[in-house]
């Protein structure tokens, strides 16, 4: 409701401004018309009254110039009648355009207003979530009178996981601000091969312990970027393929040249993605089915915006195939480096 009525406020402004400058100019043209027409009809009466008596009677002269004189009156009613019908077109014409035109101008911000309240609600959810949980597990620990130290012991770890998971979160939400306020990294010559060996070492130990072979298969291709945050990019994405494959399967991370990019693509066999969910895989806090939420995998839905906003700031694009129990494939083209 509250943009449908900044359209209009909008559609109104843009009218009030379109009509000003008609009924201006329909102004100046009735003039300008008027003296033309009045101009013309003095210089014929004054020939009409120099013509000798013998070549045109009084009582004709008088009926011609009083003839011309109603022939002005008519056309300058004519054409006032004209403008106004002119300026009611433009009126309605305006008035669609300019609404068209106030949608247009307002849609970006109402997207961005939309997705900011998502935002908050997604975020303030995730936020109450771990503190309710403390809140009442200390709650019901106070209320028992038999609570002893080893309970105590038990509570304060599970709190400490729960701050633990807010930590995560907040951090998260930091890193997200960071990208989305525009945040401006030095783009240089980085090893693509180095980053994907350093993001696999990074989660070595996880994928030992589900049994998972990360098998690489990357040149020593060189991008235009920021190494630290490249790694980043990967390990997101790693430790996302990771956590939906299923023991004993493989993870397989190659690379090539295409055209000015060079291109990575980081293959899983895991549960997949509906074709219906991938367009929203990359907005905060999505989760898109029971078989990717954290109930099973753990996050929050941050990391995917994230490593998307990393590549838009090395101006990258991303591309994911997938299908549900047949694996997922992530494509990432990021910059060629050149001297």
């Known amino acids: 409701m509250r943009f449908k009525s900044t359209y209009i406020k909008l559609t109104l402004f843009y009218v009030a401004i379109i009509m000003l400058v008609s009924v201006v100019f329909s102004i100046a043209i009735y003039q300008i018309s008027s003296q033309e027409l009045s101009q013309g009809f003095r210089r014929q009466n004054v020939i009409l009254r120099e013509l000798s008596p013998s070549e045109f009677l009084p009582q004709s002269r008088l009926d011609f110039e009083n003839a011309r004189n109603k022939q002005i009156e008519d056309s300058n009613y004519n054409l006032k009648m004209d403008l106004v019908f002119f300026n009611l077109v433009i009126l309605v014409a305006a008035t669609g355009v300019s609404y068209l035109l106030a949608r247009k101008t307002l849609k970006p911000i109402e997207e961005m207003f939309d997705i900011q309240n998502h935002f908050t609600a997604d975020a303030s959810h995730e936020l109450r979530t771990p503190l309710t949980a403390m809140k009442t597990e200390i709650e019901v620990s106070l209320r028992d009178e038999k609570f002893n130290i080893i309970e105590a012991k038990d509570l304060l770890k599970s709190n400490l996981e729960e701050i633990s998971k807010l930590e995560s979160l907040s951090n998260g939400l930091l890193t997200l601000t960071q990208f989305q306020n525009g945040y401006k990294v030095d783009l240089v010559a980085v090893s693509i091969r180095e980053v994907i060996r350093e993001s696999c070492n990074k989660l ?14 990357v040149s020593n291709l060189k991008v235009r970027g920021d ?55 990359f907005n905060p806090f999505f989760r898109a089915d029971q078989s990717r939420s954290k109930n099973t995998a753990g996050g929050y839905g941050l990391g995917l915006s994230i490593a998307k906003k990393i590549i838009q700031t090395h101006e990258g694009k991303i591309e994911v195939t997938s299908k549900p129990d047949q694996g997922t494939t992530f494509s990432i083209k990021l910059p060629k480096f050149t001297k």
Do not use: M, R, W
């Open 227 to 281: 190494y630290q945050s490249l790694v980043k990019l990967f390990v997101t994405l790693l430790d996302n393929a990771i956590k939906y494959s299923p023991t004993k399967s493989k993870i397989i991370i190659t690379s090539a040249k295409n055209g000015n990019y060079v291109e990575i693509k980081v293959k899983d066999q895991g549960v997949g993605i509906k074709s219906s969910d991938i367009p929203h895989i």
């Open 204 to 217: 070595a130990a996880l994928a030992k312990q589900k049994d998972i072979d990360l098998s690489t298969n």
